[in-house]
T-cell receptor, first 115, second 106 residues
Framework: DTAVSQTPKYLVTQMGNDKSIKCEQNLGHDTMYWYKQDSKKFLKIMFSYNNKELIINETVPNRFSPKSPDKAHLNLHINSLELGDSAVYFC??????????????FGPGTRLTVL | KNEVEQSPQNLTAQEGEFITINCSYSVGISALHWLQQHPGGGIVSLFMLSSGKKKHGRLIATINIQEKHSSLHITASHPRDSAVYICAVYRNQFYFGTGTSLTVIP
């Protein structure tokens, strides 16, 4: 069974469209994350979320919004896609970071290409 | 300037060589992680450290909190170790290094 799954694996879309990426974890974790990896392979956190708190990286445009229907899912919605949004997006989960001492489990990534 | 710096950026080694990847950070942290990203793109967590040293198979990770520095060592390197190794530190959130791309040649 896949621990953290993401769909779709690849997403190609036109500028200006709205799209969503889904993430599910079956590990019973209480915290989930979205990361963006750019073309230079640099990972940057976008959001971390548990059932108590959403922490947003202030550099993330408000076109990006996380939606969590339940503890096992954290979906990423992107409105008005721009060329610069092209990247690989990773979902991850862990128990609450608690000083960062809990292992993160990553999904396989979603490669988004905006044309 | 990135809070987390890794060196080298790229590393090519012959099979069997001892490899060291370095990570320096500029903020006070509570934990440091080493991650491995395979050529196919998947990311796995190798180590979490808040002090001292950890060993798992041929991999060894050390951290010096006072010097704000960590190293990842690979003994008897193998082509299957070829991957990008990413250092991440935790200070209220995770901050990532730019990664070290390792290629081990048979």
């Amino acid at each position: 069974d896949t621990a953290v799954s993401q769909t779709p694996k690849y997403l190609v879309t036109q500028m200006g469209n709205d799209k969503s990426i889904k993430c599910e974890q079956n590990l019973g974790h209480d915290t989930m994350y979205w990361y963006k990896q750019d073309s230079k392979k640099f990972l940057k956190i976008m959001f971390s979320y548990n059932n108590k708190e959403l922490i947003i990286n202030e550099t993330v445009p408000n076109r990006f919004s996380p939606k969590s229907p339940d503890k096992a899912h954290l979906n990423l919605h992107i409105n008005s896609l721009e060329l610069g949004d092209s990247a690989v997006y990773f979902c991850a989960s862990s128990q609450w970071p608690d000083q960062g001492n809990n292992e993160q489990f990553f999904g396989p990534g979603t490669r988004l290409t905006v044309l | 300037k990135n809070e987390v710096e890794q060196s080298p950026q790229n590393l090519t080694a012959q099979e069997g060589e001892f490899i060291t990847i370095n990570c320096s950070y500029s903020v006070g942290i509570s934990a440091l992680h080493w991650l491995q990203q395979h050529p196919g793109g998947g990311i796995v967590s190798l180590f979490m450290l808040s002090s001292g040293k950890k060993k798992h198979g041929r991999l060894i990770a050390t951290i010096n909190i006072q010097e704000k520095h960590s190293s990842l060592h690979i003994t008897a390197s193998h082509p299957r170790d070829s991957a990008v190794y990413i250092c991440a530190v935790y200070r209220n959130q995770f901050y990532f290094g730019t990664g070290t791309s390792l290629t081990v040649i048979p």
